[in-house]
């Protein structure tokens, strides 16, 4: 299978964006209890292992969502590595345990690498947004909402009640802001250094 060929897996992840309940219980059922017997062995407990699987399925659904997300290698090593790699993540921040081993060690496909830095870099850069979009004044994040839920500018600036030309402005106005404070930030700079 070539590296851009997408991979029959490709389901789970058409199902988290389509809400299919039938094949998420699938993903549930077969995938859930080797991440859960993994963070069990690694200082959690099965709840923490629901809490992160949650969490790792919300990221992967707004990366299909917002990037498309095509999925070129089976659906288990991906969403095991991302869960993996998250986990230490989380070990290595609450300082429970040492951890300086790869989680990708042992893995030889550069595709399934690929996809989980890719997802990982992509969490990174919704997180630095979404604390970016928090700093925004009330107007802006009002615009910004309105104009992310795919309202037209006119729609906008009448339910606003300002005119179309201060909507358009404003909108350019905080869209210039965001981009600036994230050009500034540590983890913007870290990110493309990558």
Avoid at 20 to 49: C, H, L, M, W
């Amino acid at each position: 299978m070539g590296q851009n060929t997408v991979h029959d897996d490709q389901k789970y992840i058409d199902a988290l964006l389509q809400n299919d309940g039938k094949r998420i219980q699938e993903i549930y059922t077969k995938f859930a209890p080797k991440v859960i017997g993994f963070v069990k062995q690694n200082s959690g407990d099965e709840d923490a292992a629901k809490d992160l699987i949650q969490e790792v399925l919300l990221i992967i659904y707004d990366q299909a969502k917002t990037k498309d997300l095509k999925l070129t290698c089976p659906f288990d090593a991906y969403f095991f590595m991302i869960c993996k790699r998250k986990w230490f993540t989380r070990l290595k921040k609450s300082a429970k345990e040492r951890v300086t081993n790869d989680p990708l060690a042992g893995f030889d496909s550069e595709t399934l690498q690929d996809q989980v830095q890719q997802t990982e870099h992509f969490e990174t850069k919704m997180q630095l947004f979404k604390e970016l979009f928090q700093k925004l004044g009330d107007t802006c994040k009002e615009i910004l909402q309105l104009s992310f839920g795919s309202f037209s500018m006119e729609e906008i600036a009448s339910q606003l009640n300002i005119s179309y030309a201060y909507a358009r402005k404003k909108k350019s106005l905080c869209i210039g802001q965001l981009t600036k404070w994230a050009q500034e930030s540590q983890v913007y700079k870290q990110l493309k250094e990558l």
